[in-house]
């Protein structure tokens, strides 16, 4: 018996770091392991007050896409967008679900190779006297799209949208505290220091949610304004630089909405591919069996070792 405890405490202590969860804080975990994409352009929309740093993703762990953005969103209900590329299929143009007016995205088009299934979008800012972080999560297929408002009881913090489209609550957090990554205006970012930002955004949401596929799941964020029409230049992917504003024609000019935007008019890709980042499995979300499995089936033995002693 004694052994066979040995070999408990062993199998919990064995138990591998990546097979616990991701915490949803607003600070960056190191089982997110490198960045997916460091940004490569300064922010044209205010030094700490609208810039993406880096991203940082991870899945499948406990049947959730987990994604970090490093940097700040900006406290006037700017519109953060956020798209992903879940399964096979999906919008190689933008039509929005009509949600909170981003059919003013409508024509926008995509990189090769990303087809957007789904679209989120986060804002902050002050309403009325009361300050508020807003969360929308639209099915771009279906064309349906669920508004969940106030989500961390003010500005920052920690909390979890209602369910609509989305079946399960998806996880946020936001820490605004970022005071150094990289700095205003169009030139080259200085990648080291965006790098080096370790709180933002963070979102844990379930897969069920994505309809995922088993297949390679692409992300896309970039930073809009209020109306959903006047793109910036922080994209991660980043774009190349220099590079101001995009605007909506691309050129840094208010046109009213975004048909004048082509990503491919831009070197490299604006969106990042989550690969597999679970040790021991064989393509996206393989491997090991969670701790609760490991440690039930040991359990399991003792039961039986005890139950043989007592014949």
């Known amino acids: 018996m004694r052994l066979l405890l040995g070999v408990l405490i062993l199998g919990i202590a064995a138990v591998p770091s990546w097979a616990v969860g991701i915490v949803v ?9 490198p960045a997916r994409a460091v940004q490569t352009v300064q922010t044209g929309f205010g030094d700490n007050f609208s810039e993406l740093n880096a991203g940082y993703a991870r899945c499948c762990d406990d049947g959730k896409l987990y994604i970090m953005l490093t940097g700040n969103i900006e406290a006037n209900f700017n519109k953060l967008e956020i798209f ?3 399964l096979a299929g999906g919008q190689t143009v933008f039509d929005s679900s009509g949600n909170d007016g981003a059919g003013a995205m409508d024509g926008l088009v995509f990189d090769p190779g990303f087809t957007a299934d789904y679209h989120l979008i986060v804002r902050r800012g002050n309403d009325g006297g009361n300050d508020k972080f807003d969360v929308d999560f639209a099915d771009l297929a279906a064309q349906t799209a669920s508004g969940y408002f106030d989500i961390l009881g003010g500005l920052t913090g920690v909390g979890m949208t209602g369910t609509g489209v989305n079946a399960m609550p998806i996880m946020v957090a936001y820490d605004n505290s970022n005071t150094a990554g990289v700095t205003g205006g169009s030139g080259a970012a200085d990648q080291n220091a965006a790098a080096a930002v370790t709180t933002g955004l963070e979102l844990g949401i379930a897969l069920s949610d994505l309809d995922w596929d088993g297949k390679a799941i692409r992300i896309m964020a970039g930073q809009n304004n209020q109306g959903h029409n006047y793109w910036s230049n922080q994209f991660l992917a980043g774009l190349p630089a220099p590079q101001g504003n995009l605007g909506g024609d691309e050129s840094g000019g208010f046109t009213g909405d975004l048909s004048g935007v082509n990503m491919n008019d831009f070197a490299g890709n604006q969106f990042v591919t ?6 021991g499995g064989g393509g996206v979300g393989g491997g090991v069996p969670e701790p609760s499995a490991i440690v039930l ?7 039986i070792c005890g139950w043989r002693r007592r014949k």
Not at 28 to 33: E, I, M, S, T, V
Not at 297 to 303: P, Q, T
Request: aromatic share 4%.
């Open 25 to 33: 804080d607003g600070s960056r975990d190191a089982k997110y392991g």
């Open 84 to 86: 992903i590329d879940s």
């Open 274 to 279: 989550v690969v597999n980042a679970v040790a």
């Open 297 to 303: 089936a040991i359990l399991a033995g003792l039961a």
